[in-house]
């Protein structure tokens, strides 16, 4: 059964003590059962005191980071690409710490728009590098996950074929896919046939809206997304994700472009997304049920 998250930035963009601890309430009061965590500074955070209220209320926990300009481990720049290590690493001690199993988002390369054409050298020494990364990774009890983005985020991984290669390439059997309904809806063909196709590496799944709003007011066919994770018995966690100018995180909502105020009840939001998503993943169940059953005269 999957667990169904949310991402933090739903209740708060802050690392306060006092509006952590309100995130995880909230996030047990609208039902969820793990919560996502972005750009969460240690120094900031005392981590052992939040790792045991996660535990308490029952909560599990990943974490989803973007790579910045200078932690590009693409890059041909070795400090560049070093600085990307170091920050993978300190993500996946955090992530352990906490008391998570997965490190989710863009971190095969910079998160953001680019202006030219990725290189195959690009390419390789990104597989090189988080195929090292991945060890480090697996001996802390933890996976890498690789979100499929969109053209205008990343220009290194923008379909779920395009991640299985990567993956194939790296030669790590510690690197999955994180997959995500907003930028599939922009990059895939057919969102369905894109999850089947890369069923037996799908680590992670973002649930948004196209326009990062209340599930079911864009243009998005979850009935299609659900339907494809129930036929491949999909069974990990699960998240939404929805941004909304009224909640700013200046590093994540310049790179995303959240410019418009979709929502301002978050709790309301949360809830609702929680009933869509059950509902989602319960009528996919039943369908399949109908359609394999023999009923005879």
């Avoid at 790179?255 to 059950?278: G, P, Q, S, Y």
Wanted: aromatic content about 6%.
């Amino acid at each position: 059964m999957s667990r169904i998250g949310i991402h933090s930035f739903v209740w708060s963009a802050s690392s306060a003590q006092g509006d952590l601890e309100r995130t995880l309430a909230n996030t047990r009061e609208a039902g969820f059962e793990l919560i996502e965590f972005s750009y969460l500074d240690p120094a900031n955070v005392d981590i052992d005191g939040l790792a045991k209220r996660i535990a308490d209320l029952g909560l599990g926990v990943a974490i989803s980071i973007g790579l910045p300009a200078d932690g590009d481990i693409s890059s041909d720049d070795k400090t560049i690409a070093a600085h990307g290590v170091e920050i993978l690493k300190h993500t996946i001690a955090l992530t352990r710490d906490l008391g998570g199993q997965k490190v989710a988002g863009i971190l095969s390369t910079s998160h953001g728009l680019q202006s030219e054409a990725p290189t195959r050298d690009q390419w390789d020494r990104s597989a090189g590098t988080l195929a090292e990364v991945a060890e480090t990774a697996k001996s802390a009890g933890v996976t890498l996950n690789l979100e499929i983005v969109n053209r205008f985020e990343s220009n290194l991984l923008n379909t779920a074929a395009q991640g299985m290669a990567f993956i194939a390439d790296s030669g790590s059997d510690n690197i999955f896919l994180h997959l995500d309904s907003f930028h599939m809806n922009i990059e895939e063909a057919d969102v369905g046939l894109a999850i089947r196709n890369a069923a037996r590496k799908i680590g992670y799944v973002h649930i948004g809206e196209s326009n990062r709003g209340f599930l079911g007011t864009g243009n998005i066919d979850f009935a299609a997304i659900f339907d494809a994770l129930t036929a491949i018995g999909y069974s990990d966690d699960l998240s939404f994700e929805s941004f909304s100018s009224e909640i700013v995180d200046e590093n994540l909502s310049r790179k995303t472009a959240i410019w418009r105020n979709l929502w301002t009840d978050n709790m309301e939001l949360a809830k609702h997304a929680r009933r869509f998503i059950a509902l989602g993943l319960e009528t996919a169940r039943r369908k399949a049920e109908l359609v394999s059953a023999t009923h005879r005269p």
